[in-house]
């Protein structure tokens, strides 16, 4: 899955409502992202 620290404690690291709701939603993505292109790569898809 998803390993990296960094990418995984941005969203954490967000202090205003506004630059929190936007990682979020980045952060949703990111972990869609990855989680097809991991089933992609091994073949699942």
Do not use: Q
Request: charged content about 25%; hydrophobic content about 45%; glycine content about 6%.
């Amino acid at each position: 899955g998803l390993n990296s620290p960094l990418l995984t404690r941005l969203l954490d690291l967000m202090y205003t409502a506004s630059g929190r709701a936007i990682a979020e939603e980045r952060h949703h993505y990111m972990v869609a992202f990855f989680e097809r292109l991991i089933a992609e790569v091994s073949g699942d898809k």
